[in-house]
Each structure stands twice: as structure tokens, then as C-alpha cells.
């Protein structure tokens, strides 16, 4: 757990500033389709890897990280997909207590993300998550739910290491939309990176 929170601090911290000044470098730079290309045969593929996100821990309170195992995979130069996204993680921050506990009990989604790549060495992409629905019944009532994550933001990306080929990346709940209607039940965006153990 504490290689975990090390490599979650150090990962938002250098792959933010990293990303971030690549992104003010490459601003007047839109790739072209050759270097998507190139770009997409660095990175297509399956992967198996952490999703590390905050957590406490009681017995622990220097311990503020827990990780799952999860998979991805990039498919094109437009489209990755996150197998399996445990809502249970995306539940955790809802502050309405009646929602949160019926978010908990659904079904685990598979997420599609739209990714743009924009750089080429290291490969960085944007990544932005389609916004999952949950059609849930508490209070009496059926309600449709939807967690929607930042979209064309710079917080909201990833990266992959050609020599060590190991893939980073940062996705962020940022809404709760009940019934179509965006509520004030996410206090703050909550973070959610992936570091990759395993290419195929």
C-alpha cells in the first residue's frame, strides 16, 4: 500500500506538470493523421493494471490510497474502453446518503472513453469518458442516475512510456446528474489513475 500511495503523489504530481507543459508546448501543433498513427501502434492493445484512488484507513491514517485491479483497452486512435469500472468507487463521494448507498448496489459498467492523441514522444492522449447511466429505484421511485467525468480537460489524460511500456493515466468524476438534472452532490472532482503491469 505504501508503493501505491508513493506511486499515486508522484504520478498526479510529474505526469500533471509534465502533461500540462506539453500542452502549452504543442498548443499550435495539432498531429496529423501519420502521427496518430504512429501513436496508436505505440499504444493499441489490452491492458491489465491498478486503478488507484483516495481512500482512508482507519488503522492507517498515513494511508490515504487503496487500488483494484482493472483492464482497459485502445482499440483506435479515437476509442479506449475501461472494463468493468467499479461503481461502488464512483458511489463513494456522493454526499445524498439515499443515493449513494442505491449507486453502490448497481452493476459494474464498462466505460467507452474518446481519446485524442497530442503528442507523440511520449505518447499523451486526452481522455474523455462517456458518461455512464444507472437506472436505479430507491425512495419509492425509479430514477435514472449519470456520473459524468471532466471531457476536454488537461486533468483528464494519459500517457504511455515507450522504454518501460507502461501506461499512466487520470480520469475524474466531476458530476452527479439525477433524473437529468445536474444535482450538487460531488463536492469536488475525484481522481482516478490507472498505472498498467501487464501489455498484450
Same mark, same amino acid.
Given at each position: ?9 508522484? $504520478?498526479?504530481?510529474?505526469? !500533471? $506538470? ?7 508546448? +504543442?498548443?499550435? #501543433? ?19 493494471? #491498478? ?7 482507519? /488503522?492507517? =491514517?498515513? +494511508?490515504? %490510497?487503496?487500488?483494484?485491479?482493472? /483492464? ?6 479515437? *476509442? ?6 467499479? !461503481? /461502488? ?5 456522493? !454526499?445524498? %446518503? ?28 486526452? =481522455? ?14 425509479? #430514477? ?6 471532466? =471531457? ?8 504511455? +512510456?515507450?522504454?518501460?511500456? =507502461?501506461?499512466?493515466?487520470?480520469? *475524474? ?5 439525477? +433524473? ?16 498498467? %503491469?501487464?501489455?498484450?
Amino acid at each position: 500500500m505504501k508503493t501505491m500511495k508513493l506511486a499515486f503523489a508522484a $504520478l498526479c504530481c510529474m505526469t !500533471t $506538470l509534465s502533461f500540462t507543459a506539453c500542452s502549452d508546448d +504543442d498548443s499550435s #501543433h495539432a498531429l496529423t493523421q501519420e502521427e496518430k498513427a504512429q501513436c496508436l501502434m505505440a499504444v493499441k492493445g489490452n491492458y491489465t493494471g #491498478h486503478l488507484i484512488y483516495a481512500a482512508k484507513n482507519d /488503522k492507517n =491514517v498515513k +494511508d490515504v %490510497t487503496d487500488t483494484v485491479d482493472v /483492464k482497459w483497452s485502445i482499440v483506435s486512435d479515437s *476509442i479506449m474502453t475501461i472494463e468493468k469500472f467499479p !461503481t /461502488k468507487l464512483l458511489a463513494e463521494n456522493v !454526499t445524498d %446518503t439515499t443515493l449513494k448507498a442505491a449507486l453502490k448496489t448497481a452493476e459494474d459498467q464498462t466505460i467507452t472513453c474518446y481519446i485524442d492523441f497530442v503528442k507523440t514522444s511520449p505518447v499523451q492522449f486526452l =481522455v474523455n469518458p462517456k458518461t455512464p447511466a444507472y437506472n436505479l429505484n430507491y425512495g419509492g421511485k425509479d #430514477h435514472k442516475v449519470q456520473v459524468a467525468f471532466f =471531457v476536454n480537460n488537461y486533468s483528464s489524460f494519459g500517457s504511455y +512510456d515507450l522504454t518501460k511500456k =507502461v501506461m499512466s493515466m487520470q480520469i *475524474i468524476e466531476g458530476a452527479i446528474f439525477l +433524473d437529468g438534472n445536474q444535482t450538487a452532490y460531488l463536492k469536488e472532482g475525484v481522481p482516478f489513475v490507472f498505472v498498467s %503491469t501487464k501489455k498484450e
